[in-house]
Structure formats: structure tokens, C-alpha cells
């Protein structure tokens, strides 16, 4: 399933929500991929560029400029080790420059005119939907083409976060989204929408009728009859500035999204968020994410340790990376995938892409990089 985060004003908790929930949904072994559609300023992706073994060479930018063939779309994305280890998270940057002022520009309406840029992405979208459990956008602000793409055209759910003053003009904009969809030539239901509230007055019965006159019909497409609106509203908002991974705001939108939105009568209850967010904690059904989670384990930490042997690094880390290495090549004698994760992230978590690089691998030492070569054709059979 396709679902954007959206954001009427430029809110940088919208990046932090959407970054939050997909970390969740790693951990939770579903497969998550996050899109990063903000091309004038990226959103998403600087959550993750700490995170990242090697800056992204390619993004969102050369997807739509490139409009190729979708079978070579996973040359596009990054994998991103999970805090913690475990997980199976990748995410597709908005592009490689550095400044806003090198964003790139992109001609939409000769890109549709010339390219069929619309079939394109919808190839695009049946290929994530293939290969991801969950797929995540970051959409840009406003009402430009970029913004169309991701609420009207792309996603089967829609995560909106909004102030409490925004009522009307959320009512406003889905309305023109689904108008939009509705103009598609391609089969669509209904958007499932979720109004997930930023520092809102969810205590005030006067704000929770306006709220329910104007965005409670929302709900009608995917919440059990008993379940009731001032608690699922209550559950949905976000009471601070950047959200905690942790936090039941997102837990429960991550929960929503990784059972589809299935099994909502669990909320009817008091107390029973905790069960439905539970009930997706256990994971995904498709065994598909076992092997496939093993596969970019191997890739992520193959990553890290190639990026390691272009680094100059002091001995005190030349120290800390032999024993990640040392642990990481006993889980793969034993075959314990989980370990090797663990041992890669230690090694991303180093940060060792802001040591000065050199010009070949003489600055790791002899013994190190044999032991560094050997774990690496391991992980790259």
C-alpha cells in the first residue's frame, strides 16, 4: 500500500511523523520504503542522512527526469540501517544536491505530454506495491503538480497532518483530490484519509463537533461504526514538536498502515489501541520478508564495510570497527543474520564518512583489511 504524508504549510513535523512511522514499520520486519517527493528541499532524507553509509547518488528526481523502465527501480534507492539494528527499510532521496539553490527543476507538463510521464508512474507504483509492504511519500506543500502526483495520483491512503485552525481548508483539499482521482484514467476507490492532528484542542467538545461536521465523514471509510471519534481522534494527535518513535501517535498510524486498515473494530474499546497495535506488531504473513530481509542485511553491511576501507580513521577506531568486523564474521560462520545486522549497524552508527577519505586502502591496517575483505566477499557471494 502507497500512503503520503501531507501537510498543508511547510510543518517539519510532517518529515519527523513520516520518518517515525517507517522505522516502526521496520522493526515490525514489514518491508518499508520512503519516498522522498520534496525536490526544492528535501524532507525525509535529511531525517536519514546520518543514518546512510554513502551519500545517495540518484533519487526522486532521476526517477521521474529518467522515465525508464520500472525494472531497474531499485537502482534508485538506499538502504538505511535501522536504530537498533533489525528491520528492512529503504528510501528513495529526493536527489543528490546539497543546497537548495541546486534543486532541480523539472518540466511536469512536458514530461506528461512528451513522455506519458502519468502511465510511467502508475508502472512505477504497481512495481512498489510489489516489492514493499509499505511505501511511504513525503510530499511537498501546496498545490503544484509534485503535490498532485503524491495526493491525487499515487497513494491508496493519505496521512494528513494538520493545525487546528486548517479544518476547512483540509474539508477543501480532499475534496479537490478526489475530484482529481475521479479524472484518472485508471481504477480508484476512495482514498483512505487519516486527519492526524498537531498540537490539537482534542479536550474541547466545541473543536471535536466542528472537527466532526467537517472531516468526520473521513472516517466513514475504514473505522468500525463503534468506534468512537473523540478517541481515535485523541489517539491520532501529536502533542509535540518532534515525535518519538515510540510515541502512540505513531505507533497506532503505523499499525493502521502496516493491517491496511484492516480490523478496526479492536479500537471500539477502552484501553484496546494497545491491542490493535499489538495485533501489528507480530508482523507481516508473507514469508517473502524473511529472505528477502536477509538479502539487504548482507547489502547494508557489505555497504558499510566497503565505505570503511576508503576512510582514514584513528586507532581508537580502527579498534571499535575490528571488533564489529570480528563479531560480524562469527554470525556468518554460524549463519545468525540477526547478528550480522546488529554488527553493520554498529559499524554505520560510527558515522565513519565524516573521517577524510584516502586514495586507496593503505590507511587500513594489513591485518584489519584482509579480515574486512574476506567478511565482504562473504556478504557478496
Not at 522505522?23 to 522522498?36: E, K, N, S
Not at 527501480?73 to 543546497?99: A, E, Q
Not at 475521479?182 to 498537531?198: A, E, F, H, I, T
Not at 586502502?361 to 574486512?372: D, I
Request: charged letters at 25%.
Amino acid at each position: 500500500m502507497i500512503t503520503t504524508f501531507y501537510a498543508e504549510r511547510a510543518y517539519p513535523t510532517r518529515s519527523s511523523v513520516l520518518a517515525a512511522v517507517a522505522v516502526q514499520l521496520a522493526r515490525w520486519r514489514y518491508r518499508t520504503l520512503c519516498i522522498d517527493w520534496n525536490l526544492s528541499a528535501p524532507g525525509v532524507t535529511s531525517h536519514f542522512s546520518s543514518l546512510l553509509v554513502r551519500p545517495p547518488g540518484r533519487g526522486t528526481f532521476d526517477v521521474v527526469h529518467d522515465v525508464g523502465d520500472t525494472a531497474t527501480l531499485d537502482r534508485y534507492v538506499v538502504s538505511v540501517p535501522t536504530p537498533g539494528g533489525g528491520g528492512y527499510l529503504d528510501l528513495l532521496p529526493s536527489h543528490n544536491r546539497s543546497t537548495a539553490d541546486d534543486a532541480p527543476r523539472v518540466d511536469w507538463v512536458g514530461l506528461h505530454r512528451e513522455f506519458r510521464l502519468g502511465e510511467y508512474l502508475e508502472s512505477c507504483a504497481e512495481w512498489w506495491r510489489a516489492e514493499y509492504d509499505a511505501v511511504l511519500i513525503d510530499a511537498p506543500t501546496g498545490t503544484g503538480p509534485a503535490a498532485g502526483i503524491c495526493v491525487a495520483h499515487l497513494p491508496d491512503a493519505l496521512v494528513l497532518l494538520i493545525r487546528p485552525e486548517e479544518l476547512a481548508t483540509t474539508a477543501a483539499l480532499l475534496d479537490r483530490a478526489e475530484r482529481a482521482r475521479d479524472r484518472l484514467p485508471y481504477d480508484r476507490s476512495r482514498l483512505l484519509v487519516v486527519p492526524s492532528v498537531l498540537a490539537g484542542p482534542t479536550n474541547s467538545d466545541s473543536w471535536l463537533d466542528r472537527f466532526d461536521a467537517q472531516l468526520g465523514v473521513v472516517f466513514d471509510n475504514w473505522v468500525a461504526r463503534d468506534v468512537p471519534l473523540d478517541r481515535l481522534v485523541r489517539a491520532l494527535t501529536f502533542n509535540g514538536p518532534a515525535p518519538a518513535e515510540l510515541d502512540a501517535a505513531v505507533r497506532l498510524l503505523a499499525a493502521l498502515l502496516a493491517r491496511e486498515f484492516r480490523g478496526t473494530e479492536l479500537l471500539s474499546s477502552e484501553g484496546s489501541v494497545e491491542q490493535y497495535i499489538d495485533s501489528a506488531a507480530a508482523g507481516p504473513a508473507d514469508t517473502r520478508v524473511v529472505s528477502n530481509r536477509a538479502a539487504y542485511i548482507r547489502t547494508m553491511a557489505a555497504q558499510a564495510l566497503e565505505d570503511v576501507l576508503v576512510r582514514i580513521l584513528s586507532r581508537e577506531e580502527w579498534t571499535s570497527i575490528e571488533r564489529s568486523v570480528l563479531a560480524m564474521s562469527a554470525a556468518l560462520d554460524v549463519g545468525d543474520i540477526d547478528a550480522v545486522g546488529e554488527a553493520a549497524a554498529d559499524v554505520a552508527m560510527m558515522d565513519v564518512r565524516s573521517a577524510p577519505r584516502s586514495p586507496d586502502e593503505s590507511a587500513v591496517p594489513a591485518a584489519l583489511r584482509r579480515v574486512l575483505e574476506r567478511v565482504i566477499r562473504t556478504l557478496r557471494p
